[in-house]
């Protein structure tokens, strides 16, 4: 019997997803997805891209060819045994002023401003289980497995601990601004909650935001649940800390959900 594959490949145009997670488009898509083992899917739009079936990699869009990054992706293909061992390094910071411009930022000096330090996309990630919105949760290797253990220890302790977010590429980041902004909320009003693209610690895959059930995700009223007095207690011991206290130095608001694995402690 096959084993699901339970790891992310990463390129900076496209990812290449275990088929199993993703949701079928069309009643085409879902006898495909089927037989598929992975299927390629651009990272700005999340367009499907091709279909790694047992008899060959399957087109789904006109001129496979000439897609951006596809021919990278391909070569990562190949060389999966090797990257499932999540040991595969970083990608480059790929069109970083390309999105950066698009907001009208520069990225020294929005680093300067800010504080914050570049945040490289993985080559691959693995399976966390699922956020809260049963989407799939990727996260590094060393931070997926520590997510789980304090999760179980906080159950065991009376204590339920949700994924609302993991991993961000640095497009989808970007999506997240030009969303927002089409709401009508200005740029400065965004960086206060967002980091820039590039910058985000969820590009790392060590970063997620936590909630717990009848929390309204994202919100500083996270604060006063039971939820949040245990990690305050107990998450150093699990490698994680809360990245924006008050008064942080980022000029990001106070976020008692956003943690990022470490190291464990000892």
């Given at each position: 019997m096959r084993?699901?594959?339970?790891?992310?490949?990463?390129?900076?145009?496209?990812?290449?997803?275990?088929?199993?997670?993703?949701?079928?488009?069309?009643?085409?898509?879902?006898?495909?997805?089927?037989?598929?083992?992975?299927?390629?899917?651009?990272?700005?739009?999340?367009?499907?891209?091709a279909a790694v079936l047992p008899?060959?990699?399957?087109?789904?869009?006109?001129?496979?060819?000439?897609?951006?990054?596809?021919?990278?992706?391909?070569?990562?293909?190949?060389?999966a045994p090797a990257a499932n061992a999540l040991d595969a390094g970083t990608l480059p910071l790929h069109r970083l002023a390309e999105r950066l411009d698009a907001l009208g930022l520069e990225a020294e000096a929005y680093a300067n401003d800010c504080g914050l330090e570049l945040v490289a996309e993985p080559v691959a990630l693995t399976?966390?289980?699922?956020?809260?919105?049963?989407?799939?949760?990727?996260?590094?290797?060393?931070?997926?497995?520590?997510?789980?253990?304090?999760?179980?220890?906080?159950?065991?302790?009376g204590v339920a601990l949700e994924a609302i977010s993991g991993y961000r590429s640095h497009d989808y980041q970007l999506g997240i601004f030009e969303r927002?902004?089409?709401?009508?909320?200005?740029?400065?009003?965004?960086?206060?909650?967002?980091?820039?693209?590039?910058?985000?610690?969820?590009?790392?895959?060590?970063?997620?935001?936590?909630g717990t059930p009848g929390e309204p995700p994202a919100e500083e009223s996270f604060e006063a649940t039971p939820a949040f007095d245990w990690l305050q207690r107990h998450a150093g011991a699990s490698g994680f800390a809360m990245s924006y206290p008050r008064g942080n130095p980022h000029g990001i608001v106070y976020e008692p959900w956003h943690w990022r694995y470490l190291r464990a402690d000892g």
């Open positions: 084993i699901p594959a339970r790891t992310l490949l990463n390129t900076a145009e496209i990812e290449l997803w275990p088929a199993w997670l993703l949701r079928a488009r069309a009643n085409g898509d879902a006898r495909i997805l089927s037989r598929a083992s992975r299927v390629l899917r651009r990272k700005c739009d999340g367009r499907y891209l008899e060959g990699l399957m087109p789904l869009v006109p001129r496979l060819a000439r897609e951006a990054g596809v021919d990278e992706a391909l070569d990562l293909l190949d060389g399976l966390a289980g699922f956020d809260r919105y049963r989407r799939p949760l990727w996260l590094s290797a060393d931070a997926a497995r520590a997510w789980q253990r304090m999760r179980e220890t906080a159950g065991r302790d927002k902004r089409a709401r009508g909320l200005g740029l400065a009003q965004i960086l206060e909650v967002n980091a820039a693209p590039g910058f985000s610690e969820h590009h790392s895959g060590d970063a997620l935001d936590i």
